[in-house]
C-alpha cells in the first residue's frame, strides 16, 4: 500500500513564476492538508481539501491556491513566486475525521526554491 | 488563538541519557496534543498523542508524554536515547472537536552523542 506521494521532490524557480506541486494521498484517505515548512521552522498550515473544496485555509495570501480531484488527490499552486516562498512543502492525508487527532500522514515533501 | 512553544531548538544527549523535549501550548479551548518526528529528508511521523482520557500517553519507539493541563505543558521524554533518535521533533495542538487544522511549534533537533 503505497503512502502519501508528493511530487516533484526538489525544484528550483525563479521570482515571479508559477509553480504547481502534486500530491496523492495514502490508499482510503479522503482529506488533504497543505503545509509549508520553512527551513528551521515548523509546518504552517496553508489549506485542506475535502470533497473538492478547499474546507479551511490559514494565513496565506491568494497567491497560494489548491485543488482537489475526484480520486482525491491534489494540487498545491502557488502564483507571482517571491524568495520567501521558498520551503519544503509538504502534503498530509487523511479521512476527514481523522484531520485533527493526529491520524495524518506525510508525504516527504516538494523542496521548492525561489532564485 | 492556539500556539505551540518549544523550549530549546536544539537538544544534545549521550546515548543511555534520558530524553527530555519541552513543549508548551495556548489553547482556549480543550486541546488535542502531539509529538510527530521528523527524519532527515523524510515527511513526519506521528509518535504520540493526546485527545481525552489517561493524561500520560506512550508512543512508539519507547518515547512518553504527560498532558499537565495546570501547566499548560506537553514534554515528550525517553528515558534513555538511542542513537537513531536523533531527529527533529514537533509538538503540535489542535482543538478537541470538529475538523480543525494542527498549528506546530518550531521544532527541537535532537542530537544524540556515544
Known amino acids: 500500500d503505497a503512502g502519501v506521494t508528493q511530487s516533484p521532490t526538489h525544484l528550483i524557480k525563479t521570482r515571479g513564476q508559477q509553480v504547481t506541486l502534486r500530491c496523492s494521498p495514502k490508499?482510503?484517505?479522503?482529506?488533504v492538508s497543505w503545509y509549508q515548512q520553512a527551513l528551521g521552522q515548523g509546518p504552517q498550515f496553508i489549506f485542506q481539501?475535502?470533497?473538492?473544496?478547499?474546507?479551511q485555509r490559514g494565513n496565506f495570501p491568494d497567491r497560494f491556491s489548491g485543488h482537489q480531484f475526484p480520486n482525491y488527490s491534489s494540487e498545491l499552486n502557488v502564483n507571482a513566486l517571491l524568495l520567501g516562498d521558498s520551503a519544503l512543502y509538504l502534503c498530509?492525508?487523511?479521512?476527514?475525521?481523522?484531520?485533527?487527532?493526529?491520524?495524518?500522514?506525510f508525504g516527504e515533501g516538494s523542496r521548492l526554491t525561489v532564485l | 488563538a492556539q500556539s505551540v512553544t518549544q523550549l530549546g531548538s536544539h537538544v544534545s544527549v549521550s546515548e543511555g541519557a534520558l530524553v527530555l523535549l519541552r513543549c508548551n501550548y495556548s489553547?482556549?479551548?480543550?486541546?488535542?496534543l502531539f509529538w510527530y518526528v521528523q527524519y532527515p529528508n523524510q515527511g513526519l511521523q506521528l509518535l504520540l498523542k493526546?485527545?481525552?482520557?489517561?493524561?500520560l500517553v506512550k508512543g512508539i519507539n519507547g518515547f512518553e508524554a504527560e498532558f499537565k493541563k495546570s501547566e499548560t505543558s506537553f514534554h515528550l521524554t525517553k528515558p534513555s536515547a538511542h542513537m537513531s533518535d536523533a531527529a527533529e521533533y514537533f509538538c503540535?495542538?489542535?482543538?478537541?472537536?470538529?475538523?480543525?487544522?494542527?498549528?506546530f511549534g518550531a521544532g527541537t533537533r535532537l542530537a544524540v552523542h556515544p
Open positions: 503540535a495542538v489542535s482543538e478537541a472537536g470538529g475538523y480543525n487544522k494542527l498549528i
Open positions: 498530509a492525508s487523511s479521512l476527514l475525521t481523522g484531520v485533527n487527532t493526529g491520524e495524518l500522514f
Open positions: 481539501y475535502y470533497e473538492e473544496e478547499e474546507r
Open positions: 490508499s482510503g484517505h479522503d482529506t
Open positions: 493526546y485527545t481525552t482520557g489517561a493524561t
Open positions: 489553547s482556549s479551548v480543550p486541546p488535542y
